[in-house]
């Protein structure tokens, strides 16, 4: 079992910075890629980035890339999402989740977006932008 619980969320202008944080206990944490998604109501949830059980492979969705970036401190258990010049359309709760998966989250880019392959999932931490 893994456990996560993300941190960091809440009400940022249009333009603004947040910096949401996933930490994680029970099994060892540096055996599994790391995704963030977001989900706003009625929708599916949606892929935000991915990063792999090392860090050294990333990967974004178009609506967010030049603008968040994915990291992990494997010592810290901790994954982050670095959220630069937010737009009100990025207003949604964030999850971050665990996959057991040591290859490149870009080479598996077709499953490291499907919510499905993912085996744990934070609690999730409400991000809104405002206007």
């Known amino acids: 079992q893994v456990q996560l619980v993300e941190s960091g969320g809440g009400l940022v202008q249009a333009g603004g910075s947040l910096r949401l944080s996933c930490g994680a206990s029970?099994?060892?944490?540096?055996?599994?890629?790391m995704g963030w998604f977001r989900q706003t109501p009625g929708k599916e949830r949606e892929f935000v980035a991915a990063?792999?059980?090392?860090?050294?492979?990333?990967d974004y969705a178009d609506s967010v890339k030049g603008r968040f970036t994915i990291s992990r401190d494997n010592a810290k258990n901790t994954v982050y999402l670095q959220m630069n010049s937010l737009k009100p359309e990025d207003t949604a709760i964030y999850y971050c989740?665990?996959?057991?998966?040591?290859?490149?989250?870009?080479?598996?880019?077709?499953?490291?977006?499907?919510?499905?392959?993912?085996?744990?999932w934070g609690q999730g931490t409400q991000v809104t932008v405002s206007s």
């Open positions: 029970g099994r060892a944490f540096s055996n599994y890629a």
């Open positions: 989740a665990a996959r057991s998966y040591l290859g490149s989250v870009v080479a598996a880019r077709n499953s490291m977006n499907n919510p499905a392959r993912y085996d744990y």
């Open positions: 990063i792999s059980w090392s860090g050294i492979s990333t």
